[in-house]
């Protein structure tokens, strides 16, 4: 497969059967291995996502800077989406982040604003918005986004064509929630309640 660039190959992640518990369940466990995106995780979709429906509404344009408040793979995902497009992106996190986070988004070309370890999250999203509304830097806004859980009605397309309806319960961690809510409202469509 050839692709113009590593946004395109962003989805269509595999699906891998978990034989060793099939002796102890009645049911196949199956895993979507998002780690198969090119950032590393399923947040690689809502990232690409929101900043094409920014950029399809006009609200970002090129020359823009993007800034997020970020302590995980959201921010990576916005970095290598950045990264391709040509945006400038700074991302605002507590100081405590890890190094390993912080050199992976240095990496890809972005730059990091520190805000003190005791104002937490909170901390970061405040300063993110201020800088945002102060230097008119784009906000992304993955907490509050509705693009975050759109992009997951194509990873309900691609679950519902690699299941059908044989499928009895999804599981998977939260961060803003984005993923579970997205994921529920699209796969509703597809599966019989």
């Excluded at 399923?42 to 823009?64: C, F, H, S, W, Y």
């Excluded at 605002?92 to 520190?114: N, P």
């Excluded at 975050?148 to 009605?153: G, K």
Aim: aromatic letters at 8%; glycine letters at 10%; proline letters at 5%.
């Amino acid at each position: 497969m050839k692709f113009d660039n590593v946004l395109q190959t962003v989805g269509r992640t595999p699906v891998v059967r978990l034989n060793s518990f099939t002796g102890y369940l009645a049911h196949e466990l199956w895993v979507k291995l998002e780690s198969f995106n090119p950032a590393g995780s399923v947040k690689d979709r809502p990232a690409l996502n929101m900043i094409e429906d920014a950029e399809q509404r006009g609200t970002l344009n090129p020359g823009d800077t993007i800034i997020e408040p970020t302590s995980g793979n959201t921010g990576i995902g916005l970095a290598m989406v950045a990264a391709v497009k040509g945006y400038r992106a700074i991302f605002v996190m507590s100081e405590d982040m890890s190094v390993e986070r912080k050199q992976i988004l240095l990496a890809y070309g972005a730059e990091l604003v520190l805000t003190p370890a005791d104002k937490g999250t909170v901390g970061a999203i405040e300063e993110a918005r201020r800088l945002s509304e102060e230097k008119g830097y784009f906000f992304v806004g993955q907490h509050y986004n509705p693009a975050n859980p759109a992009a997951h009605e194509i990873t309900a397309n691609e679950i519902y064509e690699d299941f059908g309806e044989k499928l009895d319960a999804i599981v998977c961690t939260t961060g803003t929630g984005g993923t579970i809510s997205g994921l529920s409202t699209h796969l509703k469509t597809g599966f019989p309640i």
